[in-house]
């Protein structure tokens, strides 16, 4: 039962001191959300009630980039571009690469464009070309690739021997399965052989194939949107 997430997302203060469970709020609103639960991001980054208030713009930029709708990268971008001047808000260029690139590309990477308007550019110029291949804008993507959960599986597999394995793909797992993925990690050490034997496990069963392309889930069950 979905519709309580809005009441999670209303729980959300720009103004309170607790970055930690503003963050929060946004990791559950993107990977349970609704699609309606966006509508309030989106309207938010494109009319900001603080255009200077560069947390928010981050967070919310975030929240679209867990859900990973690829007509939505347009609007990260410009977030971005708001707040280029903030050092930290070289997160956001993260987060559209994580969606758009199938490795840490020239889009994670907006000080290597002359300006900021080049990379948004090159961002909107990536876009179409996704857009074109995937059919349309509409689609869910991660790695430049139509999102899936088993996609995401096999993502995890062949990440777990990079250095720098992406935490996120953990998480996502976690939360569109429900499968404990506490065997990830002892002591903030990341076990590969562990991690595969848990995503393996969920590939070779006769439970994955009910996992739909292109379809979000929160605990196996199909997230409306």
Avoid: W
């Avoid at 929060?24 to 938010?44: H, M, S, T, Y």
């Avoid at 560069?54 to 708001?82: C, E, H, K, W």
């Amino acid at each position: 039962e979905f519709d309580n997430i809005e009441r999670v997302l209303d729980l959300y203060d720009p103004s309170a001191d607790d970055p930690i469970f503003n963050h929060q709020v946004i990791l559950l609103v993107g990977d349970a959300g609704p699609g309606r639960c966006f509508n309030k991001l989106i309207a938010e980054l494109e009319n900001p009630e603080e255009p200077l208030d560069y947390d928010v713009g981050i967070n919310f930029s975030r929240g679209l980039g867990i859900r990973g709708r690829l007509a939505d990268v347009p609007l990260m971008a410009r977030t971005y571009q708001r707040h280029a001047f903030f050092e930290d808000a070289e997160i956001i260029p993260v987060f559209i690469s994580d969606l758009l690139e199938s490795e840490a590309g020239k889009l994670s990477e907006p000080k290597d464009f002359e300006s900021p308007e080049q990379y948004v550019a090159a961002v909107d110029e990536r876009i179409h070309e996704l857009g074109a291949a995937r059919g349309g804008d509409q689609v869910l993507v991660l790695g430049g690739e139509r999102f899936s959960v088993r996609r995401l599986g096999e993502l995890i597999l062949e990440k777990l021997d990079d250095p720098y394995f992406p935490l996120d793909y953990r998480r996502k797992f976690e939360a569109a399965t429900g499968i404990d993925c506490s065997r990830f990690f002892r002591k903030e050490v990341l076990r590969p052989l562990a991690a595969a034997a848990n995503v393996q496990k969920f590939l070779e069963s006769p439970g994955a194939a009910r996992y739909e392309d292109g379809v979000r889930y929160f605990f196996g069950h199909r997230i409306p949107d």
